[in-house]
Every structure is written in structure tokens, then in C-alpha cells.
């Protein structure tokens, strides 16, 4: 019988406080696979700035955010030991996504994705964060649940 993994993501953007029109924007909240599938994750930014610092990480129920990789439009960004074997991503600059990919599922991937994107001017910056949702997902016996509230 086949495993299903549900990943729901959203994103949460560093903006600075002088410029606001720097964004994140996603496809979709919500995404199911079968176990061993590959997925990618979507998501667009816009930023006035020639370098943007994005970063993405998984969230496990009742636990903290994890890093997971980060890139940079100028330079090379990081990856955690823990995800390099499954998990890749590529900033494109022209389109400005940094799609995460996800290779060979497991259930142990049902989590809540966040994409986060940091600005960078002169060493200097004044940061916000803005979380609009929290996401939780609960996993029983043969099912998942997800529910989404807003904060």
C-alpha cells in the first residue's frame, strides 16, 4: 500500500523596513506525494537589491524551524549535512525563484516549509519578520491532517 507524504509550506520575508516592496510569493500551500516521489517546492521573490540572501527550512510539529539550505544571488549559499543527499535547490535570478527539490520522499518529510528571504545593504539593515499563518500537521495511523490558522 502506498505511504502518502502531505508537505504544506508558506513563506515568511525579512523586508527592510525602509523599503517594503521586497516580496515572497508561493504557488501553492499545500502539496501531497506518494512515498519515493520527487516534488519541488515554488517560490518567487522580488528584491530591489542586487544581492538577496534566501533560505529554506522544515518545520516538524511541535519542533523549530530547521535550517535547510540557503543562496545567494551573488556567491554560493550553504546546505545542512543532514539534506544534502535528498535536497537541492537553485536560485535562477532571471526568473527569481529558488525552487526546493526534494528527491525520494519519505514520511518522515510531512512537514511545514518556510521560505525566507533576507536583504543585505552595506553591512547594515533593519529587519521585520512577517509571519501571517501557522501551519501544523498531524499525522495519525493512515491518515494526515493539516489544518492552517491565522495568527
Keep these: 500500500m502506498a505511504k502518502w507524504v502531505i508537505i504544506t509550506f508558506f513563506f515568511t520575508a525579512h523586508e527592510f523596513v525602509c523599503w517594503g516592496q521586497d516580496k515572497v510569493e508561493q504557488a501553492s500551500r499545500q502539496m501531497t506525494a506518494n512515498e519515493a516521489a520527487q516534488v519541488t517546492l515554488l517560490c518567487n521573490y522580488s528584491t530591489s537589491f542586487s544581492n538577496a540572501y534566501l533560505f529554506w527550512y522544515k518545520q516538524l510539529p511541535n519542533r523549530s524551524p530547521t535550517f535547510i539550505l540557503s543562496e545567494f544571488t551573488i556567491?554560493?549559499?550553504?546546505i545542512e549535512n543532514a539534506?544534502?543527499?535528498?535536497?537541492?535547490?537553485?536560485?535562477?535570478?532571471t526568473s527569481r525563484t529558488?525552487?526546493?527539490?526534494i528527491k525520494n520522499l519519505h514520511v518522515s518529510d510531512s512537514a511545514v516549509y518556510y521560505y525566507n528571504k533576507r536583504n543585505k545593504s552595506s553591512g547594515r539593515h533593519i529587519t521585520e519578520d512577517?509571519?501571517?499563518?501557522?501551519?501544523?500537521v498531524?499525522?495519525?495511523?493512515?491518515?494526515?491532517?493539516?489544518?492552517?490558522?491565522?495568527?
Design 130 to 136: 512577517k509571519i501571517t499563518k501557522h501551519t501544523s
Design 75 to 78: 556567491g554560493k549559499g550553504t
Design 98 to 101: 529558488v525552487p526546493l527539490m
Design 138 to 151: 498531524h499525522r495519525s495511523a493512515q491518515s494526515f491532517r493539516v489544518s492552517t490558522e491565522l495568527e
Design 83 to 93: 539534506f544534502k543527499e535528498r535536497f537541492s535547490a537553485t536560485l535562477d535570478s
